[in-house]
């Protein structure tokens, strides 16, 4: 068994939670980089906690600039085990309304100006993505979710882009018409696949603020509204994510869908060919493979 460690990635309007005991701002170094802020430990009904606010405290970082391999390498050396991410959203389903939760369990990436792995030449990994969320910890997060009182949506598939832009309105029909994406937001890639490479269990939160730019009857997506609805979803993440602790329990078991071991078979640089520098970057991320 497994201390368990509950981690979570905060995205806009969520820079803290309340309520943890012990709570504390941690530094943690990372040779990936500075993280997006201060970590946030402490304890909920005994359970280890951690909080990262994804944008910085005060929303200093942009999508594109957040610094996802330095967050997810923190969150593991702190002793994470289990990442939650809750994101703000649009949707491109009528019946996925703003203020609606998405717990969702596929991606299509469309981000292009990130870092998106570990690993690079030197040492050459690749895991699979074909289940980019852990069953496990999305049902948690589902039952937590209902128990707070919250319209949840178990399932759909988050369209991640670039941004900061939102979409124009051929961009937001054909995600939703043709490539048949539930939701879109600009933060859980790199973040998902980033946390597969560290063998960290990974769910997302998606907190649905509008319907982007396809609705008919709403048109082009209006931060006013959003704004509005941010406020009301962030109360509500912040109670799913109270009732986490108790559901997941101080220990854990070995993930029965195998996330804590997606590098077992995925590094295929042979040892006498790796690079040293590489390697000892990954101190935190592979250990357990890398020795």
């Known amino acids: 068994m497994t201390e368990t460690m509950i981690a979570v990635i905060g995205g806009s309007g969520i820079y803290d939670i309340d309520g943890l005991e012990g709570a504390e701002w941690t530094t943690v170094d990372s040779p990936w980089g500075t993280p997006s802020d201060q970590i946030l430990t ?29 967050n997810i390498d923190a969150l593991k050396r702190l002793g994470a085990t289990d990442v939650i991410s809750v994101s703000a959203c649009g949707s491109f389903r009528e019946e996925m309304a703003p203020g609606d939760f998405v717990i969702v369990d596929q991606f299509i990436d469309r981000t292009f100006a990130r870092e998106k792995s570990f690993f690079a030449s030197g040492c050459v990994a690749h895991v699979s993505v074909a289940h980019p969320t852990c069953p496990r910890l999305s049902d948690a997060c589902s039952e937590a979710a209902r128990a707070a009182g919250i319209k949840t949506h178990r399932g759909g598939t988050y369209l991640a882009m670039e941004g900061p832009q939102f979409s ?32 960290l269990c990974y769910a997302s939160i998606a907190m649905v603020t509008d319907f982007d730019s ?27 994510v109270k009732g986490l602790p108790a559901l997941l329990g101080a220990e854990r078991a070995p993930c029965p869908h195998q996330c804590d071991r997606a590098l077992e078979y995925a ?11 590489l390697v000892a970057k990954l101190d935190a991320v592979a250990g357990r493979v890398l020795g």
Request: charged share 25%; net charge negative.
């Open 42 to 70: 402490g304890r909920f009904d005994g359970v280890k906690m951690a909080f990262l606010p994804r944008h910085g405290r005060g929303h200093v970082h942009s999508p594109t600039d957040v610094p996802y391999r330095a």
């Open 168 to 199: 124009s309105m051929a961009e937001s029909k054909m995600y939703r018409e043709v490539w048949g994406a539930d939701v879109i937001g600009m933060t859980n890639m790199p973040e998902a696949k980033l946390a597969r490479e560290a063998e």
């Open 214 to 240: 396809w609705h008919p009857d709403h048109g082009a997506v209006d931060i006013t509204e959003i704004i509005g609805t941010l406020q009301g979803n962030s109360d509500k993440g912040r109670a799913l």
């Open 267 to 277: 590094i295929m640089t042979a040892p006498e060919k790796r690079d040293p520098a």
